[in-house]
Structures are given as C-alpha cells and as structure tokens.
C-alpha cells in the first residue's frame, strides 16, 4: 500500500475501533505524523493512565506498552513490533534485583522506567529521566538504590550530594556510543552551540552539556531559548519535532553523533501500525499479580510527578 493510503487506513480503522495512537520522541516522522499523542515515557504513561479508547497502540518501545497496560488493564494494548525491546531493560531482571538489594538491605528502589514489569514490580517507585531528580528528593530515605540506568543515576546523585544514590551497572547502548572527540568536533564545526543532552549519555558527556533532559525538556528548551546554534545529545527521532517545532526561526539543530540511533525504537513502521489495527496482533499481556505491584510503583511515580 503506498503511504497515502496506508495513513488513510489507519485513521478509518482508529475511528472504527476507538483506538488512540501513542508514539514515543523516538519514533521515526512517519509514526510521529500520525500519532494522537508523541511524547516523553513520562508523558506516555500519564497519558496511558487516563486516556478513553479502547485500544492503545503504544509506537514506543516493549517497556512503554507495558507500562501502558500495567496503567489500563481493561485496554486492548498493541504495540507494532514485537522485535522493539529495550537492551537497558533487559540488564536486569529480578533475580539480579533481588541480589542487588542484598547486597544493600534496607534500601528503597527506585526503578527507571526502562525496565521489565517483574522488575517494577520488585521496586518501591518508578522513575523517569525527567522526574527522577524530584522522586529521590522526594523519598524520606537518604541511602537508595537506583536501577538500572547507571549514568542517569550518576546524573541524579550528583545534584542530591546529602543522599547516598547507589546505581546498578545498565546503560543505554544507544546513548553510549558517543565519543568525546564527536563533542570536540561538534563545537569546532558549530562555534557557539549548546549542547542538550540527554541523561542517559556517559558522565563525561554530561558534564559537558549546556543542558541535560528528557526527550520532551530538550524539546522544549530548544524551543522558548534565544540562542540559535543547538548540538542534540540525544536518539536521532527528536530532531523531527525540533525542526518542526523551531521551522522559521532561523534555529539549527545538529546531532552530535550519526551513530545515534535506537534500532530497537526503529523496528516500527507505518505498515505495522495498520496491521496491528486492522488484525489486533501483538497485544501485550501482564500477569495480574506482577501487574499490580508494578503499579503500585507507577502510581507512586505519577502522584510525585
Ligand atoms: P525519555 O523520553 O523519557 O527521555 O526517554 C528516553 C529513552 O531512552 C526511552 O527509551
Ligand atoms: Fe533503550 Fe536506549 Fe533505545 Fe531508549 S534509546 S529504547 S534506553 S536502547
């Protein structure tokens, strides 16, 4: 089916089914185009909480549709590629938890959403990259163990230096390919840039950012500043709103590294998303027991956001 049609498709079968298109920052423009909502995972998940439709087709990747269906069980949730994980959820399961917080009994987890629902469902409180500061200050415990990204949990600790933030070893393979010679290069090609990143990228490359947030705050902050020059540290799917969000105002936007690209977060295509609409294929399903207390977790993260 060419492109045209297939956007057709989608929104006939969107009304005729009472299906609701939520797509993640990443997503490539196509997806992002046709989507009810593009957002951030913290914007994703509150929006998962609340939404009317009878059918979630979550264009993210796995953790974000289960997170959608731990949200709202009685929700059909789809997502367009099965093939679409998330190689930093997939560093820890609960049996390494399990092992980490005994190593640090007493502790309470707090749990990126990146992450499996077994492993939620092991945690005291969910977090994501732009919450996580306001959920460790928001907890009584100065000790925490903070799973399973440990660059953003280095990026956290070192803004709440009264607290002990213990980090478990993930990371994302995305963010981690960069190279501090493509940010010297970067600034000596653009002179003048800022650089946003996100906080998921390697310390040293925070510390050189001008500003560090989640997909949606760099989004934003690109947006309402005065300066012109932007170096993006961050999954190559932001650009597409950057540019549209920023078209006429003489604003550039630079990524710092080609090899930033997400594989997983491309596995999705225009021509999934019909099929999962038109057969309801790939629904995602949580067991019930591991459903609610994983969103006892979630639901602590939303009242702190
Ligand atoms: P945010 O949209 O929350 O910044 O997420 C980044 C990410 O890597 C999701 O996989
Ligand atoms: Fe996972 Fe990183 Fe891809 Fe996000 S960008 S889905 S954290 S591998």
Not at 20 to 29: G, S, T
């Amino acid at each position: 089916m060419i492109k045209a049609d297939l956007i057709k498709e989608i929104s006939r079968l969107k009304k005729e089914k009472n299906a609701i298109i939520l797509a993640h920052n990443y997503q490539i423009p196509d997806i992002q185009d046709i989507a009810d909502i593009v957002g951030d995972s913290l914007k994703l998940s509150q929006e998962a909480s609340k939404l009317d439709a009878k059918i979630i087709v979550l264009s993210g990747v796995h953790f974000m549709a289960e997170s959608a269906k731990i949200l709202s069980p009685e929700k059909k949730v789809l997502i367009p590629s099965m093939n679409a994980g998330c190689p930093m959820a997939e560093m820890i399961n609960v049996e390494k938890l399990r092992e980490f917080k005994a190593q640090h009994k007493g502790a309470p987890v707090i749990c990126y959403v990146n992450s499996s629902a077994e492993v939620k469902a092991e945690s005291d409180i969910c977090c994501t990259s732009s919450n996580a500061l306001k959920i460790v200050k928001g907890l009584k415990e100065d000790k925490i163990l903070f799973i399973p990204d440990r660059n953003l949990g280095d990026y956290i600790s070192k803004q709440v230096p009264e607290k002990e933030v213990i980090s478990y070893n993930g990371f994302c393979v995305t963010h981690n390919r960069i190279r501090m010679e493509e940010i010297d290069e970067a600034f000596e090609k653009h002179k003048g840039a800022l650089l946003l990143a996100h906080p998921e990228c390697d310390p040293e490359v925070v510390k050189r950012a001008d500003f560090v947030g989640s997909t949606t705050e760099i989004i934003n902050y690109a947006k309402s500043s005065s300066e012109k020059v932007f170096i993006i540290g961050t999954e190559i799917g932001v650009m597409h709103k950057l540019e549209n969000d920023n078209r006429g105002t003489g604003k550039e936007f630079y990524l710092l590294s080609d090899s930033l690209v997400c594989s997983n977060m491309k596995q999705n295509k225009l021509e999934d998303i019909y099929t999962v609409l038109r057969d309801e294929t790939n629904e995602i399903f949580v067991d019930e027991e591991i459903r609610l207390k994983a969103k006892k977790s979630l639901d602590r993260m939303l009242e702190l956001s």
